[in-house]
Every structure is written in C-alpha cells, then in structure tokens.
T-cell receptor, first 116, second 114 residues
Framework: GESVGLHLPTLSVQEGDNSIINCAYS??????FIWYKQESGKGPQFIID?????DKRQGQRVTVLLNKTVKHLSLQIAATQPGDSAVYFC???????????????FGKGTHLIIQP | IAGITQAPTSQILAAGRRMTLRCTQD?????MYWYRQDLGLGLRLIHY???????GKGEVPDGYSVSRANTDDFPLTLASAVPSQTSVYFC?????????????FGDGTRLSIL
C-alpha cells in the first residue's frame, strides 16, 4: 500500500542553527498533512498542519512546505533549541474503509539531536 | 487541563490474559482512535470511532476490540494477549465534525506481554 516515509532517520544540528526535516509521501489522494513532535515517554504532540491547496504555512519558529509535484513535505525549525530534541513524524490523511473518521498514516520518524 | 488520559501508564501481562486499556478525553471530540507504536514501524491505526455508538477497523485490528458507549471513553480490549502485542498504545481524538482538524494524543500505555 501507499505510505509516508522520511529521508533521514537521524538529524544532528548545532544549537541556534535552522533544522530541516524532510518527508516523502506517495498517496496522491492525500490532502492534509500534519507534523508531530514526540519526546521520550510522551505521546505525539501536534506542531503544524497544511492542506494540499497550500504550499507553505508558518507557525511559531516552524514552517511547513508542501511540494505536490514531487510529493514532498518538509518541516523547518528556526533557531533550534535544546528543547527541540525529539522524534518528528509527518502524517497524512487517509480515509479508511467504512468511511467516516480520518485515520492518519505516519512516517517512521526522524530523530532530531541538538548539539550545544 | 483538557486532554486525553490513558490508563494504566504501563503494564506487564502474562500471555493469554485479558486486558483493557482505558482512554478518556474531555475535549468533547466526536472521533477517537487507537494506535500502536513499534520501533521501526511508526504508529499504526488499530481501531477508530467516528462518534459514540460506532466503531471501525484500522490497519492492524486483529486481536483487539473497542467500544464507544459515550463520547468521552474509548476502551481497547485484548481478549487473549500474545507477545506480539507488546507495544506502546496511544489513544487520540479529533473534532471530525470540522474539516482539517488534527488528532490529539495521550501519553500512551506501555504494554509488555510475557
């Protein structure tokens, strides 16, 4: 089946630098994408989302870019801080059989490591 | 603080035993979900519920059952646990009555089946 994947399992950046986490998706029918942050021992925490009719969306220190032509999604974190250390997941909206609730298909995650 | 509460936070269980994982949300979200998270496989959907009284199967439903008697609660039951069900289980909810709403997650139940 179609799935969401990530290019890099681990990303190490210097504190204060910008981080870019990439994600490739293959389901052309997906129309809603979400980035989650997961810290050790915690559940996924919503960061930012984007609809397929948008190319870019900005939040506080984060920006999500969507390139539908190549089915690529990225999360940019500005001025990375130690608290940004976590695993980041992209997820896409998929309708499961039976209709109704929108289950999410998750990528396997990228571990962001912040070096002092 | 509004959110999702899961219980227990962790459990060690003998194979063959029955176990119910509890999930309660106070956001009045109509949709709820159960995922399992395994190393190297990310999160996979087990079951979901659009609204109270309805449930559906996700990607990996075998060996699990759910019920949705009311809006707030969505328990997940393992009728006869097997070691392959060792995982971290996350409950989530969303306001699916509105378009483009993200799912919000609890902090998980870490389950070990021996």
């Amino acid at each position: 089946g179609e799935s969401v994947g990530l290019h890099l399992p681990t990303l190490s950046v210097q504190e204060g630098d910008n981080s870019i986490i990439n994600c490739a998706y293959s389901n052309s029918a997906s129309d809603y994408f979400i980035w989650y942050k997961q810290e050790s021992g915690k559940g996924p925490q919503f960061i930012i989302d984007i609809r397929s009719n948008m190319d870019k969306r900005q939040g506080q220190r984060v920006t999500v870019l969507l390139n539908k032509t190549v089915k690529h999604l990225s999360l940019q974190i500005a001025a990375t801080q130690p608290g940004d250390s976590a695993v980041y997941f992209c997820a896409e909206n998929v309708m499961y059989s039976g209709g109704g609730a929108d289950g999410l298909t998750f990528g396997k995650g990228t571990h962001l490591i912040i070096q002092p | 603080i509004a959110g999702i509460t899961q219980a227990p936070t962790s459990q060690i269980l003998a194979a063959g035993r029955r176990m119910t994982l509890r999930c309660t949300q106070d956001m009045r979200h109509n949709a709820m979900y159960w995922y399992r998270q395994d190393l190297g496989l990310g999160l996979r959907l087990i079951h979901y519920s659009n609204t109270a009284g309805t449930t559906g199967k996700g990607e990996v439903p075998d060996g699990y059952s759910v019920s949705r008697a009311n809006t707030d609660d969505f328990p997940l039951t393992l009728a006869s646990a097997v070691p392959s069900q060792t995982s971290v289980y996350f409950c989530a909810s969303s306001d699916s009555g509105r378009m483009w709403q993200p799912q919000h997650f609890g902090d998980g139940t870490r389950l070990s089946i021996l």
